[in-house]
Every structure is written in structure tokens, then in C-alpha cells.
């Protein structure tokens, strides 16, 4: 039997493999049975879906297994965004959600993630209880094929869905779309071929906006619907076209955004975020905490002091920062991998506001991107970053994390470590504020490092003896 752990968030396999449809009605199943252990049976479970193969598919096979398991479901009428689902669990006052998404993973990934009632990812918790649920059913093919079998529309606990509306009036509230309007700033937004489509023009109507790729496919074009600069080519292209424009894209499930500025340059989440942050500062005169995971920029912590904010620094998983805004007034809370939320929106990262705030922002401050950040950086200084994936032996890699623990580095070329943080891989601070942070994979033989320097030169010199480093670390091996 196919051993099915929870990562950061949820379960992904591949499709045609692991990811089939009797370890599918298993995890079901598991939902299912962790709903009702906790009296959620009456609430319901809200349950959606990807533009992915088959995810529609899976998606009503999990709402017939729910039904029949006496469990009111609320099932999407069309594949959904996971921030749309997560808001609707709130619209809808239900349990949680069953989400099949394998976000911004290739065309032959598929996943399914549990959306507990805050509407955010669900804790270790939550994913352990569901685990050992999963563990106590029994290996029956025959009893996950037997249940479920009636046609959607004769189970009256079965009820089909559209939050779209909800779910834009909430956005509606956060982002101020009538500056944009006024501004007639030219909005090109890339859903690539997934399931975000329609979303940022149906929350921008009345402004001139152009979305490409708007279409469902699951292949995404031949690419992984993941918004990276080496993706968003045409994207680019059509802002670069013509003036006062500027880009965003969503992936997969559209949680997470990638932003082009007028002359078609791409901005780093690590630009993005402390970006926005300065925007909600200034202009909303929003005030809190900062939340950002073990991988982000600095920036954020800098201009925190500038501006009074405490910085929160929480593992990687957004399930971290949800959980810090669910108790503290967070002002935005953002990870470097492309994934934010602000205050006063639900506990999950959320693409498309991400990207219509950055319009707002535009709209605003009647100023390109790369004006504010020159402004961001002459305000707080130059923060530089880069990330480098370590392929490695098992055997290699264990020799690597073991020197981590027990004789890290004190210096770095002529820099002295500061500190060393160990909450979620190994990060050490420099004496000139720059760090890097060693983070292992918990699934393959791959160790991921991140590095943040000042400038180019700092940045290149920290990376490369680094790398230098841990590659004679990795060969000490026997």
C-alpha cells in the first residue's frame, strides 16, 4: 500500500502513478473521517479544483465519497483558485475544504490539500490527525470503489457552487480599484492557461486590462504554470508594447503571483514584497507586524525599523505565517517562493490580490516599479539574493547538515558568523548583516541554499565560497 505523508501543503504525486484514483478515495476517505470525528459533518466540507487532468474528476468522486459518508458538501461549479475555495469556507461557515491542486508543479503532478475552517493551510496538527486516519482504513479498494457511486444531482447533500462574487467584493475591499481606474493604468495579467483566469479582470472591470493564455489547459502551454521570469516571455512582451502598463501572472492555483514592471522587468517576490509592505505603510497608514519565512529578504526586517514594525521571521509553509495572522495584526506576511496575504484578508496566500495591489500601488504613486524600488533601496540600502540547488548522494548530504550541527563555519572569508538560527535548516547571519541559510529537502537527495548580500560583488563572493564549502563538506564522505 502507497505510503501518503502531508508536506508543507498537502499531498502531490504524480499522476498515472501514486497519485491515482484508490490513494485518492484513501485520502478522501481520511478527510472524511476526521470531518466527522469532529462533529463537521453538518457544516460541510467545501470542495475544489484545478484546471489540472482530472482534477474535476477527483474532485466529484471526493464530493460522492463525503456525501455518502453523511457529509454536506459544497462542491465548486468550475475549477477554482485555492484562495476562492479557502474564502468560501468562510462564506459558506463549513468545516474545511478539500482542495486538488498541485499548484505550480508540471502538467503531470496532482495533489489534494484539507483547508481547515480559518481558511488557511492547515497546521502539523491537523495534517498528522488526518495521517492517522488515513492509517486506521482499511486496505480495501473495493470499499473506496463502493462508495460514492450516485450521480451528483440526486444527493441533496451535495450542493454546487460559484463564490466568485463573494470572493471579488472581499478583494473589492482591499484593493482600491477605482485609483486605478482614474490612474488608466494598461493591466496585462497571464493566468497562465490555469485556474485563475477571469479573477483580476473581473475585480478590475472598468480598466483597461488584457489577459493572455486565458483559456484552460492542462498541459499550461507546454510550461509549468509556475509565474518565474523564464516563464512570462510573452507576458513581458505585451507589457513592453506600450506605455504605462504593468504584469501580473498567477500560477497553477493562482496563490502565488509574478509581477512585470513596464519595461518588462521581472521583480523578485523578494522586491515584491517589501514593496507592498512600504505601500500598505504609507498610503493605508496600516500598522502591525511583518511576517516572513526563514528564506526572505532582510529588506523587510530593515525597513521594519525604519518604520516601527517588528518582523516575525517563521520556517518555510505558509501554514507558519497564517497561523501568526489568525493572532497578530499583520500587515503582510510573505514568502520569497512567491506567496503573500495582508491584513484584513484570509490566512492564505492569494496571487490575485497580491497582483491588483501592486496595480494599486502603480495607481498610486503615478510612478513605474523600478522608480519605487530605487526609492525602496536609497531608503533602507541594496539587498541582493539568490538561491542555489544542491544535487547531492544521501550519504553526501547527511555529511553536510551533520557539519551544520556540530562544526559550523565561524567565519566566511574575512567575515565573521553573528548567529547562527536553527529553527528551520541551518541560517548563519553575517557581521555585515548578510547571510546565507542551508535548508535540506525532506523528500530527495537535495540540499537548497539561500544567500542575501548587499551588492553584486558581496553577493558573488558569499555564493561562491559557499559553494566551495559545502562541496568540500560533501566530498568527505567515508
Given at each position: 500500500m502507497t505510503v501518503i505523508k502531508f508536506g508543507t501543503d498537502g499531498w502531490r504525486d504524480l499522476m498515472y502513478d501514486r497519485f491515482n484514483l484508490p490513494n485518492v478515495c484513501r485520502v478522501v476517505r481520511a478527510i472524511a473521517k476526521y470531518t466527522k470525528e469532529h462533529q463537521g459533518a453538518e457544516r460541510g466540507l467545501v470542495i475544489g479544483y484545478d484546471a489540472r487532468f482530472f482534477s474535476d474528476l477527483f474532485a466529484k468522486k471526493a464530493a460522492q465519497i463525503a456525501a455518502a459518508a453523511g457529509i454536506k458538501v459544497f462542491l465548486g461549479s468550475r475549477d477554482f483558485p485555492t484562495p476562492v475555495i479557502a474564502h468560501a469556507v468562510k462564506q459558506h461557515g463549513a468545516f474545511g475544504a478539500m482542495m486538488f491542486t498541485a499548484s505550480h508543479n508540471p502538467p503531470e503532478y496532482n495533489g489534494i490539500k484539507f483547508i481547515p475552517e480559518y481558511a488557511g493551510p492547515a497546521s502539523l496538527e491537523i495534517t498528522r490527525e488526518i495521517e492517522n486516519c488515513l492509517e486506521s482504513l482499511p486496505e480495501s479498494a473495493a470499499a473506496d470503489a463502493a462508495m460514492g457511486t450516485g450521480p451528483l444531482a440526486s444527493d441533496p447533500r451535495i450542493q454546487v457552487i460559484d463564490p466568485t462574487s463573494d470572493y471579488l467584493k472581499q478583494l473589492g475591499e482591499l484593493v482600491d480599484v477605482q485609483a486605478i481606474r482614474e490612474a488608466g493604468l494598461r493591466v496585462v495579467v497571464d493566468p497562465m492557461f490555469a485556474t485563475?483566469?477571469?479573477?483580476?479582470?473581473?475585480?478590475?472591470?472598468?480598466?483597461?486590462?488584457?489577459?493572455?493564455?486565458?483559456?484552460?489547459?492542462?498541459?499550461?502551454?507546454?510550461?509549468?504554470?509556475?509565474?518565474?521570469?523564464?516563464?512570462?516571455?510573452?507576458?513581458?512582451?505585451?507589457?513592453?508594447?506600450?506605455?504605462?502598463?504593468?504584469?501580473?501572472?498567477?500560477?497553477?492555483?493562482?496563490?502565488?503571483?509574478?509581477?512585470?514592471?513596464?519595461?518588462?522587468?521581472?521583480?523578485?517576490?523578494?522586491?515584491v514584497i517589501p514593496l507592498l509592505m512600504?505601500?500598505?505603510?504609507?498610503?493605508?497608514?496600516?500598522?502591525?507586524?511583518?511576517?516572513?519565512?526563514?528564506?526572505?529578504?532582510?529588506?523587510?526586517?530593515?525597513?521594519?525599523?525604519?518604520?516601527?514594525?517588528?518582523?516575525?521571521?517563521?520556517?518555510?509553509?505558509?501554514?507558519?505565517?497564517?497561523?501568526?495572522?489568525?493572532?497578530?495584526?499583520?500587515?503582510?506576511?510573505?514568502?520569497?517562493?512567491?506567496?503573500?496575504?495582508?491584513?484584513?484578508?484570509?490566512?492564505?496566500?492569494?496571487?490575485?490580490?497580491?497582483?491588483?495591489?501592486?496595480?494599486?500601488?502603480?495607481?498610486?504613486?503615478?510612478?513605474?516599479?523600478?522608480?519605487?524600488?530605487?526609492?525602496?533601496?536609497?531608503?533602507?540600502?541594496?539587498?541582493?539574493?539568490?538561491?542555489?540547488?544542491?544535487?547531492?548522494?544521501?550519504?553526501?548530504?547527511?555529511?553536510?547538515?551533520?557539519?551544520?550541527?556540530?562544526?559550523?563555519?565561524?567565519?566566511?572569508?574575512?567575515?565573521?558568523?553573528?548567529?547562527?538560527?536553527?529553527r528551520d535548516g541551518f541560517k548563519f547571519v553575517l557581521e555585515d548583516g548578510s547571510w546565507f541559510l542551508i535548508r535540506p529537502s525532506g523528500t530527495e537527495a537535495l540540499i537548497r541554499v539561500y544567500f542575501e548580500a548587499g551588492s553584486a560583488q558581496a553577493l558573488d563572493n558569499l555564493s561562491g565560497s559557499v559553494g566551495l564549502l559545502l562541496e568540500q563538506w560533501g566530498k568527505r564522505v567515508g
Open positions: 485563475g483566469r477571469g479573477f483580476i479582470p473581473g475585480l478590475l472591470s472598468g480598466c483597461p486590462v488584457e489577459e493572455i493564455h486565458g483559456w484552460r489547459d492542462p498541459l499550461f502551454g507546454g510550461f509549468m504554470p509556475d509565474p518565474q521570469d523564464q516563464f512570462l516571455a510573452e507576458l513581458k512582451a505585451k507589457v513592453s508594447a506600450g506605455p504605462h502598463a504593468i504584469g501580473l501572472a498567477t500560477d497553477g492555483d493562482a496563490d502565488r503571483f509574478g509581477i512585470i514592471d513596464c519595461d518588462g522587468t521581472y521583480l523578485t517576490p523578494n522586491q512600504l505601500h500598505l505603510i504609507r498610503s493605508r497608514g496600516y500598522r502591525g507586524v511583518a511576517a516572513r519565512s526563514v528564506a526572505t529578504t532582510h529588506m523587510i526586517d530593515r525597513l521594519g525599523e525604519v518604520y516601527g514594525v517588528e518582523t516575525i521571521e517563521t520556517p518555510v509553509g505558509f501554514k507558519y505565517i497564517g497561523e501568526l495572522m489568525r493572532t497578530r495584526p499583520v500587515i503582510i506576511g510573505g514568502e520569497e517562493s512567491g506567496g503573500l496575504s495582508v491584513r484584513g484578508h484570509i490566512p492564505e496566500k492569494d496571487g490575485i490580490l497580491a497582483g491588483a495591489l501592486m496595480a494599486e500601488m502603480v495607481a498610486v504613486t503615478r510612478q513605474p516599479l523600478h522608480a519605487t524600488l530605487r526609492q525602496l533601496y536609497e531608503q533602507v540600502g541594496h539587498f541582493l539574493t539568490r538561491r542555489l540547488d544542491l544535487h547531492l548522494t544521501e550519504e553526501a548530504k547527511g555529511t553536510i547538515l551533520e557539519r551544520c550541527r556540530t562544526a559550523p563555519p565561524e567565519r566566511i572569508d574575512a567575515l565573521a558568523v553573528r548567529e547562527v538560527r536553527t
